[in-house]
């Protein structure tokens, strides 16, 4: 019965993805692809949401499970397994046509509790990596055509391996083991390593070639590499540089993919308009290098409707970084993708292959943070807070100078080391006046420390005007008890050219709404608020499904949210917000309207609630600043006096023991 549940399922989507909505104005992209044009796809929004899987079905042949094939997503217990998701859109694919993506066997996030956080020998570590790979690549044994085995194992500045858990557990031979069980598993896969900054030339793209080339010489089945391109605005790819790189890949012999290409547009300022345009050219120019590639044969997006992208999850922050909008619109990227695929092959031959430089800077020899400041195109300078040689590190202050006639803040990003999955933040932004902009993280529970190397977080600022501007920081690290660390500062400067123009846009015609067929009537909205404040903008609500995250608002000023199109059954809504926690409250609907009422996001100890949360977190960043109010004694946690990464840290020691609701 199951089956045949399932079966029906697929047929019914299969007939909605053959119907052309009346907003199709050019061929679907598919039908005009020459190569692999694919995105990750959520099996729920396939599964409830027509105009989702209709669009989808319609414009890709290739499927990629954003994260039904992660060792998290899968596994529960050793050997313990619920392919239910993975089977589903494996059968998704093959009903319409469409080549799989594996994404992704072997990573060091998104991994299960019992792993992560359990005690393992090497060679039981080992043993699990070659039951995990042949339990998930042999089940799909010639269904999925090829995988990313592993994910992002080069470190982002030094050249070398990421201190991950399976580098930690196995050493740097469970890269070579990785690739030798997908290849037993399924012969006949094609094997890629996957990673983010390693699409054009420089340190990183250095030393992942001599990673990928090491594997080849030591007779390791590898065939090609994955450049994710999850890339900004801020920071656009240069097009030669990424066509170099490839064509040093098939000197080779090794083919490479564009692999989760999504532009962010929230890092530069301008009107919309302008950034569609932007965006759409970048998107084009990366298309324009893989068409003339001979062994690139894959341009994939993570996503393809800015309603359900990562980014504003990831950052907090609105963006459009997909080639559709939240209604299913066409973008000007969409428009672009198809202007150049209706056009013949370019003749333009590959560049001449430019050996690797494999010259990584010298490695600190204590413990240090680089201010590494770097320039990004569209008028934007990236500055990292990279760790090195760091032991038993929690929390990390930074208090940054800038010129403000020639810099000003734009946004926060994460790292590896600090991030909303690991991490609290209070982030003063950046002041106008005087270019100043204090940004504390600590740690949470039960996060390990960090210990070795990590990119802590990066701040992007926008260049007003030429001239030379020094990044000058001074910072302040805490281990888990709140005690002060050592910690040398290296500090960077930046020399600002003159701010280039801002694009034209190109003329877009209007483009008709789409015709959507109709939804599951389900509807749970009510409000969220902050406890003694007026303003209610930017907390998170998050709507999940047994366990799952299915949906995510970011309220306004009001603190209104609304969840719609839900078929019946049991959800659980919580409301998050940076320095603030809210109770989880559990709702049935049955495809009926369900008020919720308010939300409150509950103070802490500050406000003698009797409850340490992140709230005093955000009291404590409060007097960070020197001509801060007195703080009193309830925010000095360790009693020296001040009030700094030292007291926040101690506030994080306490997350998580006494949480309402959680």
Known sequence: MKQRIIVALILMLTALAAHRPADAQLPPLRQMAVINLGAAVEPRYLQTEPVYAQTFAREFNTLIPENALKFGSLSSGRGQYNFAEADFLVDYAAANGMKVRGHTLVWHEQLPDWFKYGTFSREDSIAILREHIAAVAGRYRGRIAEWDVLNEAVDDWNGGLRQTIWLQRIGPEYIDLAFQAAHEADPNALLYYNDYSNEGLGG???????????????????????????????????????????????????????????????????????????????????????????????????????????????????????????????????????????????????PTPIPPTLTPPPAPTGPTLVVDAQPADGNAVRVDFRLYRVENLYGLQVDCQVDPAVLAGMGRADGEGFNQGNSFFVDKGFDAATGKWLVGAGRKRPAPPITGDALAFTLAYRVLSAGNSAVVCSALAADPAGRLLPLEVINGAYTAPTPEPQPTPTEVPPLPTPTQPPAPSGTISGSAAYQNRPDNAGIVVELLAQGAAVAQ??????????FEGLPAGSYTLRADAPLHLAAVQEVTTAEQPVDMGRLLLLAGDTDDSGIIDLLDAGFIGANFDLDAPPAPANADLNGDGQVNISDLVLVGANFGVSQPGR
């Open 553 to 562: 608002v970011i309220t306004g000023a009001d603190g209104s949210y609304r």
């Open 204 to 350: 990183k793209s250095d030393a992942v070639y001599s990673l990928v080339k090491g594997l080849l010489e030591r007779g390791v089945p590898v065939h090609g590499v994955g450049f994710q391109l999850h890339t900004s605005l801020a920071w656009r790819p240069n097009p030669q540089d990424v066509a170099a790189n490839m064509a040093r890949y098939a000197a080779l012999g090794l083919r490479v993919q564009i692999t989760e290409m999504d532009v962010r547009t929230q890092d530069v300022g301008g009107e919309m308009a302008d950034k569609l345009a932007a965006q759409a050219q970048v998107y084009r120019e990366m298309l324009d290098v893989c068409l003339a590639a001979p062994n690139c044969d894959g341009l994939n997006t993570w996503g393809f409707t800015d309603k359900y992208s990562w980014i504003p999850w990831f950052t907090g922050r609105p963006d459009a970084a997909l080639i559709y909008d939240e209604n299913y619109r066409p973008k000007p990227a969409y428009h672009a993708l198809a202007e150049r695929l209706a056009q013949p092959a370019d003749p333009t031959p590959a």
